[in-house]
């Protein structure tokens, strides 16, 4: 090992590796020293659940969605869809802000939920795996509906949720 060490160091004193990948080395060999629960916990895969791969949209209420769609589209360019005249789809990118007027009396918007768009979508599997961490799924189209540990409201999504009416 330390004629290895030698050799990086010697490697970056000449210039032939920079100092990022001489700390780089070093801690990959101080990993594959250690061995037992440091170099299993570094290729444990970090979490079990889903890969979240977008914020799907975020529904936006307030006493009139008029004002944020024309805000938003005329300040960042996001386009106008599915306007019904309560309601209206925001989109930029793969996400959408879903600006709708309120369930609540007039006065401050909030944001309602957030809908996280997950990959390999399979809707008995994506159920099962939340009703077996407790979380109650309720289906919403091609999503689930749960609530987090401090009660927010938070929708698990397929891609394909973007094209389905709020």
């Not at 030698?6 to 594959?32: C, D, H, Y």
């Not at 969605?65 to 005329?74: E, G, L, Q, S, T």
Request: neutral net charge.
């Amino acid at each position: 090992m330390e004629a290895a060490i030698n050799n990086l160091v010697s490697q970056f004193e000449r210039g032939a590796i920079s100092r990022r990948q001489l700390v780089q080395s070093l801690t990959l060999g101080m990993v594959a020293l250690a061995g037992g629960p440091v170099a299993r916990a570094a290729a444990a895969p970090a979490h079990k659940g889903f890969k979240a791969t977008a914020v799907n949209h975020i529904s936006y209420e307030c006493a009139d969605y008029r004002r944020p769609r024309d805000f938003y589209a005329d300040l960042l360019g996001m386009a106008v869809s599915a306007d019904d005249g309560k309601q209206c789809y925001l989109t930029f990118g793969d996400t959408a802000i879903i600006a709708r007027n309120g369930k609540r009396a007039p006065g401050k918007p909030y944001i309602d939920h957030i809908a996280y768009t997950i990959d390999n979508w399979n809707t008995a599997e994506v159920e099962a795996e939340l009703t077996r961490r407790g979380l109650k799924p309720k289906k919403d189209y091609d999503s689930f509906l749960v609530v987090d540990p401090d009660g927010y409201d938070v929708q698990i999504a397929s891609k394909g949720l973007m094209q389905q009416p709020a």
